[in-house]
């Protein structure tokens, strides 16, 4: 993907939903589920499509940050991927 603000390496591993059988209006649709690394840290991160930030970011199972706007383009390129899958924006 690129270089974080941290000059580590960013990798893009997979999105998801985590919606289950919530009617496709419900806002869960448009929160994708990212996982990505940094360096070498794993991260899960929910994405707010609606304001283009991380609502949620976890690594090793612990929540590091709420709604955290990204700090370098291989972030922001995270988030705009997972939101175009989620709303086609």
């Not at 209006?25 to 899960?44: E, F, H, K, N, Q």
């Not at 609502?55 to 705009?80: F, H, K, L, R, Y």
Request: net charge negative.
């Amino acid at each position: 993907m690129g270089t974080a603000s941290t000059g580590e390496e960013v990798y893009y591993e997979w999105m998801d939903f985590l919606c289950g059988d919530l009617p496709l209006d419900d806002s869960c649709w448009r929160s994708p589920t990212v996982s990505y690394t940094i360096g070498a840290d794993s991260v899960l991160a929910e994405t707010d499509c609606d304001n283009n930030v991380f609502s949620t970011v976890w690594t090793g199972g612990e929540v590091v940050a709420e709604n955290m706007a990204p700090q370098s383009e291989a972030i922001a390129e995270i988030i705009s991927l997972a939101c175009y899958a989620a709303t086609g924006r």
